[in-house]
């Protein structure tokens, strides 16, 4: 597995490289969801290339930029061990040089709404490195988590628009045995906000019971229920909602027979950990009735 911490580097084991190249963008951190990517890159493609970077354009001044986790010895095994082809991991400046202008990347209605209206900025600065990340590594498909919704959806707007040549996949979130989210984030858990955590799972399970087996229509009432589920869980919620799964915009009712369903995504943070989640709901029972 080759190791890049330059673009000239990484370009280079790039075009040495025969075949088509899946890849996973990371933040570093690594754990089994980030692994079930690159598993499931290594079937969709020849290659699978993994990059390792704690963006600072995506955290906001009062974000955990400097305390995020980095483990870039136990992320190398960890990609490794996945069968990896090459890990490009720079430094700060290497992606974002004193002579950089700033390039912003804006998507009007999509980067400013749930998660971009909590973080102002922090879905231009997810765009900046991705458009940035794709171009360097020049894969045919990239690799998304469902976990981070909002973002598949921005970045497959910003790569439709821009008319970007690779095919965005996005894979089910992974789970701890209790339904919470694996994330980087949850390291930060003490024991009592880690068994309120799962608080954001049942608030989705919730959701779901109402749509699918009460057939609830009216998206009022579910979001309601699921503030409640958070709020018993001790979580300051950001966000609870019931949206359109393709432009994230609210319903004014939950359309049973939407073949796509609809997603309830949701937000809040317990102490000083701030997490996210999300569920399709209606779909399957939208795919058995056509
Ligand atoms: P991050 O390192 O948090 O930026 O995440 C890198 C990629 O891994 C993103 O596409 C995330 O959506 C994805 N990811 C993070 N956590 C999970 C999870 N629990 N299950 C599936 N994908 C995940």
């Not at 020049?138 to 909002?150: N, R």
């Not at 950990?273 to 795919?287: F, H, P, Q, S």
Request: hydrophobic fraction near 40%.
């Amino acid at each position: 597995m080759w190791i890049a911490t330059t673009i000239q580097e990484t370009r280079k084991q790039r075009q040495a490289l025969a075949g088509s190249v899946a890849f996973v963008p990371t933040m570093g951190a690594l754990h089994d969801g980030h692994a079930w990517l690159m598993r499931a890159g290594r079937q969709l493609a020849d290659h699978v290339v993994v990059s390792i970077f704690v963006n600072p354009t995506q955290f906001g001044p009062n974000e955990d930029f400097a305390r995020y986790p980095r483990t870039i010895n136990d992320d190398l095994q960890l990609c490794e061990k996945a069968g990896v082809a090459g890990v490009f991991c720079p430094e700060v400046e290497e992606m974002y040089p004193p002579q950089d202008v700033g390039c912003r990347i804006s998507l009007p209605g999509l980067d400013d709404i749930l998660e971009g209206k909590i973080r102002p900025g922090h879905f231009t600065g997810v765009c900046r490195v991705v458009a940035k990340l794709l171009n360097i590594v020049g894969p045919d498909i990239a690799c998304w988590g469902q976990k981070d919704y909002q973002q598949c959806r921005v970045v497959d707007a910003m790569m439709r628009d821009l008319a970007m040549p690779i095919r965005n996949v996005v894979l089910p979130t992974v789970r701890e045995p209790d339904g919470l989210a694996m994330s980087s984030r949850n390291r930060y858990l003490d024991a009592e906000n880690r068994r309120h955590a799962t608080g954001l799972y049942k608030a989705l399970g919730v959701a779901k019971a109402m749509v699918e087996q009460d057939g609830q229509t009216d998206p009022q009432i579910v979001e309601d229920a699921m503030r409640q589920a958070m709020e018993a869980h001790h979580f300051a919620v950001d966000y609870a909602v019931i949206r359109h799964p393709l432009t994230l915009t609210p319903l004014d009712s939950i359309e049973p027979r939407l073949t796509r369903g609809v997603v309830a995504l949701a937000a809040g943070r317990l102490g000083p950990v701030r997490l996210i989640d999300n569920m399709i709901l209606g779909r399957e029972t939208a795919k058995q009735e056509e």
